[in-house]
């Protein structure tokens, strides 16, 4: 299956990004506001479910989450008892705020910066057993600036970040689940997918989020 790059948005450029959590810090400070989680609270509701189910996974597990935001399916899984938790951002500014909420809960969860394009870098963070991605691969598709290149780098990267049976776990708005396997293809297997909503239109039933479950090839 071949992959139709997505139309670029600024959606995909780090400077939107640094513009919006600069707003949210300071409604953080001013207000106690934690912030949008991206999506909807509901699909981080379904992966940290879908984790703690696991007969193969606890609490004893790495985390690392790409994209981190504002930091709050971490502190979410720390609630859960997990204590291996990282959160990396190409945003200076999320990586800022998730440590404002993070010191603020009396939690001692990491949180770095990070940008995924850079392939050497991602390599010096280490392996992780649990590589959790929700909106930023998408991002990184929409960037205007030779996206095909970045969800490559992309791509490496959380090769790097993944543990040999390790799982990857992403969460995608803006591609389908034959979009993802195919993107992927080569580097990761489908191994399962996480159910999400679904809707009928003119006869057909779709989902507006898709959430899978990855593995190393």
């Known amino acids: 299956m071949s992959i139709e790059e997505l139309s670029g948005s600024e959606l995909g450029t780090k400077e939107f990004w640094e513009r919006s ?8 400070k001013n207000n106690g506001d934690v912030g949008e989680i991206w999506f909807d609270q509901d699909s981080q509701d379904r992966v940290i479910s879908w984790i703690l189910k696991q007969d193969d996974i606890d609490a004893s597990h790495s985390v690392i989450d790409l994209g981190c935001g504002n930091g709050m399916l971490l502190l979410e899984l720390g609630a859960e008892g997990f204590t291996k938790l990282l959160g990396v951002d190409y945003s200076p500014k999320a990586v800022e705020l998730a ?23 991602a390599q010096e963070f280490g392996e992780f057993d649990i590589v959790h991605d929700k909106g ?6 929409l960037n205007p600036d030779c996206p095909k290149e970045k969800r490559e780098a992309y791509i ?22 034959e979009e993802l396997v195919a993107g992927f293809e080569g580097t990761f297997k489908k191994t399962g997918h996480i159910p999400t909503p679904t809707f009928k ?3 057909k ?4 989020v898709t959430s899978l479950i990855f593995k190393k090839i």
């Open 205 to 208: 039933v779709g989902s507006a």
């Open 201 to 203: 239109f003119g006869g």
């Open 99 to 121: 440590n404002n909420i993070a010191k603020d809960n009396k939690v001692n969860i990491k949180y770095s910066v990070l940008d995924l394009l850079d392939t050497e870098a």
């Open 156 to 177: 490496k990267s959380v090769n790097h970040l993944l543990k040999k049976e390790g799982v990857f776990i992403i969460t995608s708005c803006n591609w389908t689940e």
């Open 136 to 141: 930023t691969y998408d991002a990184i598709s």
């Open 21 to 28: 959590y600069d707003r949210e810090i300071r409604n953080y």
